[in-house]
């Protein structure tokens, strides 16, 4: 099976704008997560769909949100970019009932 | 809550030398714990999980991690380091009741010196 993929992989944007991310997750998970990682912060979790509904989320500001379509396809969209938003966005997907996600190479985003 | 914690934000071995990455975990139910390792720009790769089957758990590329509830334990070993382990190393924390999510520790870069 072809694993977790995510585009773009690299992306430059400026203060204000926003941005969407996508992840399509290994062919039969349902579940999808989104991380962040910065240097100072590490890996943090921002949000978990499944089956297009949101089952649980991170501390992060209402300016990060995702959604996921009925072929289990997610997207993250991030409004009103910030300095501080510059960072690996990664996306992992698993299958229902297990314990182990498996991770994409992520989206480095830069905010100048 | 859960969390975990990884003594050592660098750790730097020789070529052959044993290796070994510490992490501690806190967790109010049986955990699920996970080593990922992460080269330079690039996505986390699993080493090995433990789910409660067996304390000793191996994983790929010789490494190996072992869970001891006594001392809410679940270090990282390799018996003899090699060059093109060199990475960032992460333990984690999986919950999954009604819906996953995962605790990061805070990563242990590993130097290998030739």
């Known amino acids: 099976k072809a694993g977790v993929t995510q585009t773009p992989r690299y992306l430059i944007k400026t203060r204000g704008q926003q941005v969407t991310l996508s992840c399509s997750p290994i062919?039969?998970?349902?579940?999808v997560s989104w991380y962040q990682q910065t240097p100072g912060q590490g890996l943090q979790f921002l949000f978990e769909y499944f089956s297009e509904t949101q089952r649980n989320k991170g501390n992060f500001p209402g300016r990060f949100s995702g959604r996921q379509f009925s072929n289990s396809r997610s997207e993250m969209n991030v409004s009103t970019l910030e300095l501080g938003d510059s960072a690996l966005y990664l996306c992992a997907s698993s299958e229902e009932r297990t314990d182990t996600q498996y991770f994409g190479p992520g989206t480095r985003l830069t905010v100048l | 809550a859960q969390s975990v914690t990884q003594l050592g934000s660098h750790v730097s071995v020789s070529e052959g030398a044993l290796v070994l990455l510490r992490c501690n975990y806190s967790s109010s139910v049986p955990p699920y714990l996970f080593w990922y390792v992460q080269y330079p720009n690039q996505g986390l790769q699993l080493l090995l999980k433990y789910t409660s089957a067996a304390t000793l758990v191996k994983g790929i590329n010789g490494f190996e991690a072992e869970f001891k509830k006594s001392e809410t334990s679940f270090h990282l070993t390799k018996p003899s380091a090699h060059m093109s382990d060199a990475a960032e190393y992460f333990c984690a924390v999986t919950r999954n009741t009604g819906g996953f999510k995962t605790i990061f520790g805070a990563g242990t870069r590993l130097f290998v010196k030739a």
């Open positions: 062919s039969g998970h349902r579940s």
